[in-house]
């Protein structure tokens, strides 16, 4: 059973948005504010690659080139959520989008890889197609 659960995927067109969320499940007894939460996305054929996250101190979050400036991350504590807010979508960025979550220390971009995280989501479709 999956720790953490995404939605908001789908397909639109080259500039649209799309808003994920990712929450905690039910079962799970995870406070997302008291960890790092990450988002990763994989292509066809591609590996798993970071795409933005929080620092565990929540003091910044870090995005990778290919999505500054058109990505956010944000979480609602109240809700035990967070999201990611995708705006001016490409092509390029179709691919399933996994939350996760890292009990240990993430303070750096460096640190936002898959072997730092230790909780994932089953994920959610984002296809973007002319």
């Known amino acids: 059973q999956a720790h953490l659960v995404e939605s908001g995927g789908g397909e639109v067109h080259p500039g649209g948005s799309l808003r994920l969320s990712c929450a905690a499940s039910e079962t799970s007894g995870f406070d997302l504010k008291r960890n790092a939460i990450g988002w990763f996305r994989q292509a066809p054929g591609k590996g798993r690659e970071g795409v933005a996250a929080?620092?565990?101190?929540?003091?910044?979050?870090f995005y990778a080139d290919s999505v500054k400036g058109r990505f956010i991350m944000s979480r609602d504590n109240v809700e035990n959520t967070v999201y990611l807010q995708m705006n001016n979508l490409e092509p390029e960025d179709t691919a399933k989008y996994h939350c996760a979550l890292a009990m240990g220390d993430i303070s750096s971009w460096a640190d936002v890889h898959i072997d730092e995280y230790d909780y994932w989501g089953q994920g959610t479709q984002v296809t973007v197609s002319p």
């Open positions: 929080f620092s565990s101190n929540f003091r910044n979050t």
